[in-house]
């Protein structure tokens, strides 16, 4: 669930989703589920190569077709999220991760 | 949780695994993101012919086979006409390393 709740932050930031099948969109995070389906508003995308977008507004993408999401660096705390997944890692292995 | 609630009744694009272009009015969704369209159609795009639209009517796509699901502008899609934009075939979303 750290992922779900570290997208949670990024709502209303401008993010760029890639999909498996290579399109890339552009788009205001709206909302995000604990599946990691994405909703996307005022989204932008390459219409010319691709236009089966056009006309689009705003867009509902399943979470398993992702492949890539990608993000402004100022908009995440890096070191946190490290700490994070690492604590979380460890939490639910119930083990000691080697060097900690 | 991002639901599909405020796409119900709308007008809808749906993209599916497998690369295809359904249009039509959704009916109804759940959970796994199996979805119902009325009024359905498929636009295929080709790289040298004008566009198709094929009628299917009522259809139930299975959540797995969903990739995105868009709303789009009605008046600038009325304005469009799409018979003669020509596009390659979207690729299909699995074996994604291939």
Same mark, same amino acid.
């Given at each position: %669930?750290?992922?779900?709740?570290?997208?949670?932050?990024?709502?209303?930031?401008?993010?760029?989703?890639?999909?498996?099948? &290579?399109?890339?969109?552009?788009?205001?995070?709206?909302?995000? #589920?604990?599946?990691?389906?994405?909703?996307? #508003?005022?989204?932008?995308?390459?219409?010319?190569?691709?236009?089966?977008?056009?006309?689009?507004?705003?867009?509902?993408?399943? +979470?398993?077709?992702?492949?890539?999401?990608?993000?402004?660096?100022?908009?995440? &705390?890096?070191?946190?999220?490290? #700490?994070?997944?690492?604590?979380?890692? %460890?939490?639910?292995? +119930?083990?000691?991760?080697?060097?900690? | 949780?991002? =639901?599909?609630?405020?796409?119900?009744?709308?007008?809808?694009?749906?993209?599916?695994?497998?690369?295809?272009?359904?249009?039509?009015?959704?009916?109804?969704?759940?959970?796994?993101?199996?979805?119902?369209? =009325? =009024?359905?159609?498929?636009?295929?795009?080709?790289?040298?012919?004008?566009?198709?639209?094929?009628?299917?009517?009522?259809?139930?796509?299975?959540?797995?086979?969903?990739?995105?699901?868009?709303?789009?502008?009605?008046?600038?899609?009325?304005?469009?006409?799409?018979?003669?934009?020509?596009?390659?075939?979207?690729?299909?979303?699995?074996? =994604?390393?291939?």
């Amino acid at each position: %669930m750290l992922f779900f709740s570290f997208f949670k932050t990024l709502v209303d930031q401008e993010i760029t989703v890639e999909l498996k099948n &290579d399109v890339k969109i552009t788009g205001t995070l709206r909302s995000i #589920d604990q599946f990691l389906n994405i909703k996307l #508003d005022n989204i932008e995308t390459d219409v010319e190569k691709y236009p089966h977008f056009k006309a689009a507004r705003s867009i509902f993408i399943r +979470g398993s077709a992702i492949r890539y999401i990608h993000l402004k660096p100022n908009t995440v &705390d890096t070191n946190l999220l490290q #700490d994070a997944s690492r604590r979380e890692a %460890m939490a639910s292995s +119930g083990e000691k991760i080697a060097g900690r | 949780m991002s =639901s599909l609630k405020p796409y119900l009744q709308k007008n809808v694009k749906v993209i599916t695994v497998d690369g295809r272009l359904f249009l039509g009015m959704l009916e109804g969704f759940d959970n796994n993101t199996n979805i119902v369209i =009325s =009024s359905a159609k498929e636009r295929v795009f080709f790289k040298d012919r004008p566009t198709e639209d094929m009628e299917m009517g009522l259809c139930i796509v299975r959540g797995n086979e969903v990739v995105a699901i868009c709303d789009y502008d009605e008046e600038e899609e009325a304005v469009t006409d799409y018979t003669n934009i020509h596009a390659e075939k979207l690729k299909d979303t699995k074996n =994604s390393l291939i």
